[in-house]
């Protein structure tokens, strides 16, 4: 007999020894492409001085707080110095984790 199961959309990322759920879903995915939309911009800006790194830092911290929960910038940034390159990194990584999981 054919049965129908309903795919789990909860992927688990381990970050700075904390593990967080991400529930992966097509909101998700639209906000992820306004938020590289975002980035591309936040880009332009930076490189015409327009805006500052504290701005995309900030930026880089909405997109982290929407994917893995409120507060887990923070959380994991506690005990480091906030540089845009590491949000940046982890904000790809997220992406990168994210569309591997939904090729599954």
């Given at each position: 007999?054919?049965?129908?199961?309903?795919?789990?959309r909860n992927m688990k990322v381990e970050i700075?020894?904390?593990?967080?759920?991400?529930?992966?879903?097509?909101?998700?995915?639209?906000?992820?492409?306004?938020?590289?939309?975002?980035?591309?911009?936040?880009a332009d800006e930076l490189s015409l001085k327009?805006?500052?790194?504290?701005?995309?830092i900030e930026m880089l911290r909405g997109a982290?707080?929407?994917?893995?929960?409120?507060?887990?910038?923070?959380?994991?940034?506690?005990?480091?110095?906030?540089?845009?390159?590491?949000?940046?990194?982890?904000?790809?990584?997220?992406?990168?984790?994210?569309?591997?999981?939904?090729?599954?």
């Amino acid at each position: 007999m054919a049965s129908f199961e309903f795919k789990n959309r909860n992927m688990k990322v381990e970050i700075a020894g904390r593990q967080y759920t991400v529930h992966v879903t097509e909101d998700l995915g639209d906000t992820l492409k306004e938020f590289a939309e975002e980035m591309r911009g936040m880009a332009d800006e930076l490189s015409l001085k327009e805006k500052t790194k504290t701005d995309a830092i900030e930026m880089l911290r909405g997109a982290i707080d929407t994917i893995l929960g409120e507060n887990s910038f923070d959380r994991i940034f506690r005990n480091r110095k906030i540089t845009v390159m590491d949000c940046a990194d982890l904000f790809m990584y997220l992406v990168d984790e994210i569309n591997e999981f939904q090729a599954k």
